[in-house]
């Protein structure tokens, strides 16, 4: 999106994280990698990164789950929320960008807290399942976007009580109203908030944003009532 508005709210994010403190040099070099090797543009802003941090910290989280890791820089926002003995397992299908991101995850000095599965998130997500006893605090979901609602459903078996499930991308410039059935990221979108709608075990709500990104939105669920 080209228009006035979306430079004004750039511009305002320019503001805020440089009043706020919320870039540093690691994270402007982390971008710059991510850049140079092609990776798409699509890693969240550096406000959305603090933000997932302070979601993170205020909940306490110990173990995060990542579906969607790019070249890690929303992972690395998360590592930097962990208090000790913490971990984040991310999950990423393509090998270039997970090549990055463990550059990356050195880079930052986090890469002891961060575990990066290659391969398709359904197939780890399975394995996953099967394996860890101990569940998650936090799941970010940032992946293909029409499997959303897959990605949600795991996530809850996964997540103790109390966790908090991030699915990012779900407002794309208002495509969440497209009910024409056409646009699969929307179909993503709208099921996913439908599903945090009807599960009893979740208390949701969709978060919109403008910013350098230009306007979309988080589902935010907590999972199970309070302890
Ligand atoms: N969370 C990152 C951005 C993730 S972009 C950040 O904010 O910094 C989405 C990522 O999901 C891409 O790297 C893409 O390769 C990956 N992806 C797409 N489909 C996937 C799948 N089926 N399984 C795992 N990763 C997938
Ligand atoms: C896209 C994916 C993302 O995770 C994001 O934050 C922005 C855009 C995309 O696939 O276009
Ligand atoms: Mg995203």
Same mark, same amino acid.
């Given at each position: 999106?080209?228009?006035?508005?979306?430079?004004?709210? #750039?511009? /305002? $994010?320019? +503001?805020? @994280?440089?009043?706020? %403190?919320?870039?540093?040099?690691? &994270?402007?070099?982390?971008?710059?990698?991510?850049?140079?090797?092609?990776?798409?543009?699509?890693?969240v802003?550096?406000?959305q990164?603090?933000?997932?941090?302070?979601?993170?910290?205020?909940?306490?989280?110990?173990?995060?789950?990542?579906i969607g890791?790019?070249?890690?820089?929303?992972?690395?926002?998360?590592?930097?929320?962990?208090?000790?003995?913490?971990?984040?397992?991310?999950?990423?299908?393509?090998?270039?960008?997970?090549?990055?991101?463990?550059?990356?995850?050195?880079? #930052?000095? /986090? $890469?002891? +807290?961060? @575990?990066?599965?290659? %391969?398709?998130?359904?197939?780890? &997500?399975?394995?996953?399942?099967?394996?860890?006893?101990?569940?998650?605090?936090?799941?970010f979901i940032d992946a293909d976007k029409p499997n959303n609602p897959?990605y949600f459903?795991?996530?809850?078996?996964?997540?103790?009580?109390?966790?908090?499930i991030v699915v990012d991308n779900v407002v794309r410039e208002g495509a969440v109203l497209d009910?024409?059935?056409?646009n699969h990221s929307a179909e993503g979108s709208r099921e996913v908030l439908r599903l945090m709608g009807?599960?009893?075990?979740?208390?949701a709500t969709l978060l919109q944003t403008?910013?350098?990104k230009g306007y979309d939105g988080f589902a935010i669920a907590?999972?199970?009532?309070?302890?």
């Amino acid at each position: 999106m080209t228009n006035d508005l979306q430079s004004t709210w #750039a511009a /305002v $994010d320019t +503001l805020a @994280e440089d009043w706020l %403190g919320v870039n540093d040099g690691v &994270l402007e070099e982390v971008m710059a990698r991510c850049t140079r090797a092609a990776l798409p543009a699509i890693a969240v802003s550096p406000c959305q990164g603090r933000f997932l941090q302070l979601l993170a910290r205020v909940s306490g989280a110990k173990r995060v789950l990542e579906i969607g890791t790019l070249g890690g820089y929303s992972t690395i926002w998360l590592a930097r929320a962990l208090p000790k003995g913490g971990k984040i397992v991310t999950l990423e299908i393509d090998p270039h960008h997970a090549r990055i991101a463990r550059e990356n995850f050195a880079l #930052a000095m /986090v $890469d002891a +807290l961060i @575990e990066l599965r290659e %391969g398709p998130a359904l197939k780890t &997500l399975a394995a996953l399942e099967q394996e860890l006893p101990s569940p998650f605090d936090l799941v970010f979901i940032d992946a293909d976007k029409p499997n959303n609602p897959r990605y949600f459903e795991i996530a809850l078996r996964l997540s103790r009580p109390g966790a908090i499930i991030v699915v990012d991308n779900v407002v794309r410039e208002g495509a969440v109203l497209d009910d024409s059935g056409v646009n699969h990221s929307a179909e993503g979108s709208r099921e996913v908030l439908r599903l945090m709608g009807e599960t009893p075990a979740a208390e949701a709500t969709l978060l919109q944003t403008v910013g350098v990104k230009g306007y979309d939105g988080f589902a935010i669920a907590v999972v199970g009532g309070a302890e």
